[in-house]
């Protein structure tokens, strides 16, 4: 038995890719809701990524509000950080006269006293004293205790030039208590020297300086 298919080509053509249609449409179904769900993921996403966002806004203005807050300590801050420089260079230069003084105090010789003693940071040292003159025989003991008072004071590390500018024979009455009486003769004697600053000291001696005083001399030396 033969079939005869008696439709025209046409209708038989179209007809041929009905059987193609399910498929297709599943397919595109498939697609949009794929298509769909990467749109809603995106849209969740970016959600998510506004609020993240709002809320480092939020951080940053409470932390801009915080700093804010804080901005006069850092001024008074940056106020006390140039009044240490202005204090800083003010003491750079500065000496310790009075541990300077007492250092002298502890070297001089027995055999010499001091009436007067100026330190000055520009001026220098001035220093005058008195030692009991030798006999006419000896002379050479009191100029030696002069040596010892010039070389002692050029010894301290706060002192530099220390030179003896005058000595001469005087007589010396100005004696403490009411029994004292009468005179002795003495070399009066002037020194002068120059004082050293911080900003002039060597770093290793400025290392080392010591606010202890010298050692106090033994008797007769």
């Not at 005869?4 to 038989?12: F, R």
């Amino acid at each position: 038995m033969v079939r005869v298919n008696l439709l025209p080509s046409e209708i038989l053509e179209r007809r041929k890719y009905e059987r193609f249609y399910f498929p297709i449409i599943a397919i595109g179904i498939i697609l949009l809701l794929v298509v769909l769900g990467g749109a809603g993921a995106l849209r969740m996403y970016v959600v998510s990524c506004q609020e993240t966002l709002q809320g480092i806004e939020q951080d940053t203005a409470n932390t801009k509000r915080q700093a804010d807050a804080l901005a006069i300590f850092e001024q008074q801050q940056a106020t006390l950080e140039a009044r240490e420089q202005v204090v800083t260079r003010a003491l750079k230069d500065r000496i310790a006269m009075g541990i300077l003084m007492e250092e002298l105090s502890y070297i001089l010789p027995d055999k010499a006293w001091v009436t007067d003693l100026q330190l000055h940071q520009d001026d220098g040292l001035t220093l005058r004293g008195y030692t009991p003159e030798s006999s006419k025989n000896n002379l050479d003991d009191s100029y030696k205790a002069l040596a010892a008072v010039l070389v002692r004071i050029n010894s301290l590390k706060g002192l530099k030039d220390v030179w003896l500018s005058r000595a001469s024979s005087a007589s010396f009455s100005n004696f403490q208590g009411a029994s004292s009486s009468g005179s002795v003769q003495v070399i009066e004697f002037t020194v002068n020297g120059k004082l050293i600053k911080k900003s002039e000291m060597p770093v290793s001696d400025e290392a080392s300086a010591s606010p202890v005083p010298a050692p106090v001399p033994a008797p007769g030396n």
